[in-house]
């Protein structure tokens, strides 16, 4: 079974880079129909709107690996001292597939 | 995984446990590799081999990554790669702080009293030799 990413801490106003490796369920990466695309949600589950986006390109040629840059800003809503979740969301052939990490911003 | 926070010249230790798809432990069909890239996602080490960890460990195996000069403060990446059945890519994520040196630190001291005066002869974990004499001239 896949854990969750642990992307480690950022400071407040910081860039974190977030990384995803698209795979299936027996964790064989895979190519989505189109680059996956991201969530953020703070520490009461509610989902910080500014952050849903699609990625950058695929990193180096390598089959679902994707990548994406937040500023961990209070400005974007951040705070010091929470936890921060990242659900991952591709499709393949229409199939939904999800992977999540999380990040400290201190 | 988060592996933690390191400065220049630190190693970071990459252990890979390699499973099949029931998450038994399971040797890969040949050593895992890693790529290393950087926050803008730059590569940076290009396809390293993990060497086994100890003697009949089944798929473990761990890669001291030496932090020299292609590193800086920063965030990284990496993925490993192995096969077991199908392939697997599992990823790690460190931090560079600021700070450290790129050569590490010092692995022989060797102290001469020569006439032209004080010398230290030192290695660096790089493998560089460096000399040191007082007083200068």
Redesign the interface.
Known sequence: ?R?P??????ELGD???V???C?TS????EAPDAAPTFTIYNDANAAMSAYTGTT?SQ??S?T??Y?A?VTASGGNGFESGKNYWVKWAWKVSTADRTASGTFTVT | MNLGRYQLGDTVPITIQTVAANDVPTDPTAVPTIRTYTSAGTLIDTDLKVPRLGVGTTGLFRKNLFLGSTYAAGKYCVRASYTVTNLKCPLFFFEVLPGGNAKGAYRALAYYDKMIGDLIVGETDTGELEIKQRPYL
């Open positions: 079974m854990q990413y642990d992307y480690g801490l950022v860039a974190i880079p990384r995803v490796q795979a027996a964790d064989l990466p950058s990193i180096d390598k679902g690996f990548g840059s």
